[in-house]
């Protein structure tokens, strides 16, 4: 019991809570460009197949290791001495944010389509880079035997503001319309702003292997004279903040399946959750039915999904959990084919949110611990980027084909298909467990 009470105290940790709160200012504006904007566009009589595409407009999640070294690594004049390198950065986008998810609910995406995409577009890129600097401050704030305490809170959080921007959208949206429903959750974002303004900048950890290759580069630079002055700097930055966390990356054993595994383990889940709302929309449910049931009733089985799986990764361990969980996560989708041949039926809804929310909730707490702890806090920023850009590929390459494959397939098969999908992912796994073990016992 002992060991219990010790891992979930873990998340009454002041620390653990300030990422909470950063989890529900990152989670805020995913379904805003996602499942929310698919049920706006579907009330609105936007073709299935349209929506479908609109998945497309989250691909800044997947590529935004692109520029994460900027904002690892580049000061910002004034703030960055006044506030940090990490608050600096989260501050100003946060802002930029806000400014974007009004401009995005202003529009009309019947006459203004492209419009619409465009700016979806923005609030997804503002979104992917805020998730850069909030994963990075939360890897560097916590210590290694909070993280999986942190996953889960950093989860829940995230949950938390998939329920406001989920359930809480569509009922203001089916009060007072589009517009007040994305203002609302424009306003929400300010939590997130107040952790980085009242909050403090966590001291960062640089290892000796890190110190040892950065201090080649300087060396090697010293031995070419024509190499001075800015071009010397611009050269010598390049090479700490893109050269050297993809370089400490690939020196790691096996990292090809560690990113194949990360590419393919919330794949399934992401193509399921890209068409779930239209689903249910087909199926009979309005609005109300769907945030009430969908959004609110799922709500306490996400959190527990989330602060169930970050206590189970810190007894467990990370790689032992994924297993569990991403089984669990891919029968969950089964549910998903219940709902399709139950119809208009809401306890078959109320089951399938349940156990879906549960479900992924727990592997989302053992992903986000296993991606922390690959990350070398001297580039935190810019590796948690790559590896959680990875995990976007199947929430928008991939669930980008939901609607024409649903379209291809009907609802049965098509779930079916993301049942299945994540086994190449997980079949991994036991070969990954197995070369841990074997590294262990050769250190």
């Known amino acids: 019991m002992k060991g219990w009470s010790a891992s979930f105290a873990a998340y009454l940790d002041r620390r653990v809570v300030m990422v909470l709160l950063l989890g529900f200012s990152s989670g805020l504006p995913l379904l805003l460009t996602f499942s929310t904007l698919s049920a706006w ?58 400014a974007a998810i009004l401009a995005l609910g202003a529009t009309d995406p019947v006459r203004e389509i492209w419009l619409t995409a465009g700016l979806a577009v923005t609030v997804a890129f503002l979104s992917a880079s805020q998730d850069i600097v909030i994963d990075a401050y939360r890897v560097e704030l916590l210590d290694d035997d909070q993280q999986g305490p942190g996953a889960g809170a950093v989860q829940a959080g995230y949950r938390l503001a998939m329920l406001a921007a989920g359930a809480g959208a569509l009922l203001v949206a089916s009060a007072y319309g589009w517009f007040a429903a994305y203002a609302t959750m424009a306003a929400l974002l300010s939590v997130g702003l107040a952790v980085f303004l009242l909050g403090h900048e966590p001291e960062i950890k640089v290892s000796a292997a890190t110190l040892e290759r950065e201090r080649r580069a300087a060396e090697f630079l ?23 966390p993809f370089a400490d990356l690939m020196a790691r054993p096996a990292w090809v399946a560690v990113l194949l595994f990360v590419i393919g383990y919330k794949m399934g889940e992401a193509m399921a959750g890209a068409m779930a709302n239209t689903l249910y929309i087909e199926m009979g449910f309005g609005l109300d039915e769907i945030a009430w049931v969908s959004k609110i009733f799922g709500f306490g089985a996400t959190i527990a999904g989330t602060i169930v799986g970050g206590a189970l990764v810190a ?43 549960l479900t992924a909730g727990m592997a989302g707490s053992a992903l986000v611990a296993y991606i922390s702890g690959l990350c070398n806090l001297a580039y935190t920023a810019t590796q948690y980027a790559l590896l959680s850009s990875l995990t976007a590929v199947g929430r928008t390459m991939f669930a980008s084909t939901s609607g024409k494959l649903a379209d291809w397939l009907g609802w049965v098969d098509f779930f079916l298909l993301t049942t299945v999908v994540t086994v190449p992912a997980l079949l991994l796994l036991p070969w990954l467990m197995k070369r841990q073990r074997q590294i262990a016992v050769d250190a």
């Open 222 to 244: 010293d031995r070419r004279p024509h190499m001075k002055g800015m071009r010397a700097k611009v050269l010598a930055w390049l090479y700490g903040a893109v050269v050297c």
């Open 41 to 98: 566009l579907k009330s609105e009589g936007i073709s299935r197949t349209a929506i479908g595409i609109f998945a497309l407009v989250g691909t800044p999640y997947a590529l935004k290791f692109l520029w994460s070294p900027l904002i690892d690594r580049l000061p910002l004049p004034v703030l960055t001495r006044l506030l940090g390198r990490r608050r600096s950065w989260g501050v100003v986008i946060q802002l930029l944010l806000i």
């Open 315 to 357: 007894r467990f361990g990370v790689l032992r959990a994924l297993l569990v969980f991403g089984v669990l996560q891919s029968l969950g989708n089964l549910f998903y084919v219940v709902q399709a041949l139950a119809g208009h039926n809401i306890w078959a809804l109320a089951l399938c949110v349940f156990v879906e929310n």
